[in-house]
């Protein structure tokens, strides 16, 4: 009789630890990518990331308005293609606003990052001719 009590802990037991797995969150799906629209950008950096993360744009100039929601805390954005700097904003501490210029980009894969805290990254897709 106890052995079968014993069977029935077990089963239960191994059928709780399988539901508990099926209840997993779903990976996240990757972020969709935002269109800088008639060469105007927002990005925002908030809790040390960069908003948005993934960009895409046609080639022509973008004005990017740089918003550091992060008060008290310094970033800075920068633009790369590859490791060479394209553009860089000032650092600003936080809450403050500050303008970044680029000049028309060719077709290609660029990252932003901020240079105070480098794990603070977006990417940008220039398509189209």
């Known amino acids: 009789m106890h052995r079968g009590r014993w069977l029935a802990i077990a089963a239960v037991s191994a059928l709780a630890?399988?539901?508990?797995?099926?209840?997993a969150e779903p990976a996240a799906?990757?972020?969709q990518p935002v269109v800088a629209e008639a060469g105007?950008?927002?990005?925002?950096a908030r809790n040390v990331a960069l908003t948005p993360a993934v960009i895409t744009s046609v080639p022509q100039d973008l004005t990017i308005e740089y918003d550091n929601q992060d008060g008290g805390i310094p970033h800075d954005l920068v633009l790369y293609a590859g490791d060479v700097k394209l553009?860089?904003?000032?650092?600003?501490?936080?809450?403050?606003?500050t303008t970044?210029?680029?000049a028309k980009l060719v077709p290609g894969a660029y990252r932003f990052t901020c240079t105070v805290h480098?794990?603070?990254?977006?990417?940008l897709t220039v398509e189209g001719g």
């Open 17 to 23: 630890a399988a539901c508990a797995g099926s209840t």
């Open 29 to 31: 799906a990757p972020a």
């Open 40 to 44: 105007h950008l927002t990005m925002t």
């Open 87 to 97: 553009a860089a904003s000032a650092i600003i501490t936080g809450p403050a606003t």
């Open 100 to 102: 970044l210029t680029v």
């Open 118 to 123: 480098p794990n603070m990254t977006a990417s």
